[in-house]
């Protein structure tokens, strides 16, 4: 059938692309995406994706959650709701970010959108221009810059180190950006486990950045999808808990602490910016889908979230463990990785002589994928890295799966 598919794609007797938007025929397909499709049904040893594990599903909770639904809250569950969201499951939310984060709920409104992808596409609708000047990280989320690049900005990355983003090189560039009668108009941040490098921002440079977006008038945007998964250190505050002035938009996610499935995730914000983005989803899918909002509320007003979180931490921390054994076991000299304390990723830099986009195809040959790092800058200019996953795959096809890419590499140099 997919070949049946692909065929239809391929062949007709119209100029197809002759019909495209200027920015549709920009767009790019996914590259983790398109690895993900040549791996799945092969025997290759997967560290490319970026997927939770089934087994940290809790699917006996979940089914007890779905007959209490069809019996009591099926009228709701079934049927349109508000666009900003699920009004107890926005509640619940709230409460949670006041308990865990010290976020104050007097101070954020919140809106649930179709995962967090969704609400970077949004938060792209309702702030950028074309031209607009985007700081992000380098690396940074491959799909934020995807979700970014429909609104045409102009980006300019930021390195990293061990404490994340290097704010004393982003204060620099904004120092020369005022000379020159230029503005940033947002700075795009994931600073717990940053994918796809695992590193943490430190709490010193949390409140710089905060400092310089109130010197130089810019929006952060806090993207958090995996900040709950740590195996080792201690918590940081969240950028948006130290925001004195609004101007931090958080995103948080279902995603990698209940089920990617269904699809949810939020943004909370500053009241004003909440409503604008409201009314961008409204044009976009009315509401993001009632079901899963309101079983999500039953998980978290039961308790069930708080619980379920040390066993997924029990379940990955092993296996980052073992991926950190493993690159320290079998890795030629000259080639380095991060040290993640939670998270889902390692960050893989090579000698610069090997180009880990062309080295993959032999990788996949010896039975092992991951994510070349070059598209994980804004202008590609990095050939030399790679992202690495911990949470899909089991410890022994870790260490079997590092030792085939080990001795890749070792080929190439």
């Not at 990293?160 to 947002?186: F, P, S």
Request: charged share 30%.
């Amino acid at each position: 059938m997919e070949e049946i598919l692909e065929k239809k794609l391929e062949s007709g007797p119209l100029n197809f692309e002759s019909y495209f938007s200027e920015k549709a025929l920009k767009m790019k397909a996914s590259e983790v995406r398109e690895l993900l499709k040549l791996v799945e049904t092969s025997d290759v040893i997967s560290l490319a994706g970026g997927l939770p594990n089934p087994k940290t599903f809790p699917k006996d909770i979940i089914k007890g959650i779905l007959e209490e639904i069809m019996e009591e809250h099926a009228d709701k569950a079934l049927q349109y709701g508000t666009t900003k969201g699920f009004t107890p499951l926005r509640l619940a939310i709230a409460e949670w970010l006041r308990k865990r984060y010290n976020i104050p709920t007097s101070k954020v409104d919140i809106m649930i959108t179709s995962g967090s992808q969704q609400a970077l596409d949004l938060i792209g609708r309702v702030f950028l221009n074309p031209g607009d000047i985007v700081v992000v990280e380098a690396p940074t989320y491959l799909a934020a810059l995807q979700a970014f690049n429909f609104y045409e900005p102009q980006y300019v990355q930021v390195p990293l180190d061990d404490e994340g983003m290097r704010t004393d090189i982003l204060e620099e560039k904004l120092r020369k950006l005022k000379a020159e009668g230029k503005k940033v108009k947002l700075v795009y941040t994931v600073p717990t486990f940053q994918n796809p490098a695992g590193i943490t921002m430190t709490e010193e440079r949390r409140k710089h950045l905060l400092e310089l977006a109130s010197e130089y008038d810019f929006i952060i945007v806090e993207d958090d999808p995996y900040g709950e998964l740590r195996y080792s250190g201690k918590p940081v505050p969240k950028i948006k808990a130290l925001d004195t002035e609004g101007r931090v938009l958080y995103l948080g996610t279902f995603s990698k602490i209940l089920a990617p499935g269904f699809r949810l995730g939020w943004i909370a914000g500053e009241p004003h910016f909440i409503r604008k983005l409201e009314i961008a989803k409204q044009s976009v899918d009315l509401c993001t889908n009632s079901f899963g909002q309101v079983v999500a509320w039953r998980y978290l007003e039961g308790g069930h979230l708080e619980k379920h979180i040390p066993r997924i931490i029990e379940f990955y921390k092993p296996r980052r463990n073992a991926m950190l054994e493993a690159l320290e076991q079998y890795m030629p000299e000259g080639v380095k990785w991060t040290r993640p304390e939670g998270g889902m990723f390692i960050w893989v830099i090579l000698p610069e002589k090997i180009n880990a986009t062309t080295m993959l195809e032999k990788a996949v040959k010896k039975g092992v994928a991951y994510v070349p790092g070059e598209a994980f800058f804004a202008y590609r200019d990095v050939k030399n890295t790679m992202r690495l996953n911990f949470t899909y795959v089991d410890e022994d096809k870790i260490q079997e799966g590092v030792k085939r890419l080990a001795e890749t590499i070792k080929e190439e140099l």
